[in-house]
């Protein structure tokens, strides 16, 4: 049987993933109008703007999209069981 909360996880990393590859391709079609840029300003680390910030907000969003997707995935798994 496969793990449920792993599916989930894998599976929103991978999206947040091609989310922010297309958010930078974004950001660098249309400079001033970019997601990225605006969430740069708030954020304590590089993501947008060098090789280095590309690197490092591709693994957040990576990161973050498996967090989100293994706490999805428990809490699915909890709240479907009948009890």
Known sequence: MINFWK???FSLA???GVVYILCAIFD???PPYGFLAKLASASPWPIYGSP????????????AGFVLG???G???GFWSKRL
């Open 70 to 72: 293994a706490l999805y």
């Open 52 to 63: 280095v910030g590309f690197l490092t907000g591709f693994l957040m969003f990576t990161a």
């Open 7 to 9: 599916l989930h996880a």
């Open 28 to 30: 660098t079609l249309f």
């Open 14 to 16: 991978t999206t947040l």
């Open 74 to 76: 428990v809490a699915w």
